[in-house]
């Protein structure tokens, strides 16, 4: 089974900075990717950023050139940070990673249980 852990959410105004973080433990062979979600209220989860093992990046049109993600793969630990927020950006972050637990258990999906963030003046 693998853990994670997502310190950091919290209330911020329009403009600021947030950073999140998801601490990934428990049975991990390697981990494929890391990524976050958000679910805005009503609204779908949707994909944010997503990093690969590989050192790829990828975002959303909505954060890109404004939330930057990023892992350092020796404490299994991610990263999202977010500037210039929008009210928009309100929402629950999810983090979400794609693990190879062990031989024969490959590409497991394991959610941690969701941050709030607000943009709220």
């Known amino acids: 089974q693998v853990q994670l852990v997502e310190p950091g959410g919290g209330l911020v105004q329009p403009g600021g900075s947030l950073r999140l973080s998801c601490v990934a433990s428990?049975?991990?062979?390697?981990?494929?990717?890391m990524n976050w979600y958000r679910q805005p209220p009503g609204k779908e989860r949707e994909l944010v950023a997503s990093?690969?093992?590989?050192?790829?990046?990828d975002y959303a049109d909505s954060v890109k050139g404004r939330f930057t993600i990023s892992r350092v793969n020796a404490n299994n630990t991610m990263y999202l940070q977010m500037n210039s927020l929008k009210p928009e950006d309100t929402a629950i972050y999810y983090c979400?990673?794609?693990?190879?637990?062990?031989?024969?258990?490959?590409?497991?999906?394991?959610w941690g249980k969701g941050t709030l963030v607000t943009v709220s003046s």
């Open positions: 979400h990673v794609n693990v190879n637990v062990r031989a024969g258990l490959y590409g497991r999906n394991y």
């Open positions: 428990g049975s991990i062979g390697s981990i494929n990717s």
């Open positions: 990093s690969t093992s590989g050192g790829n990046t």
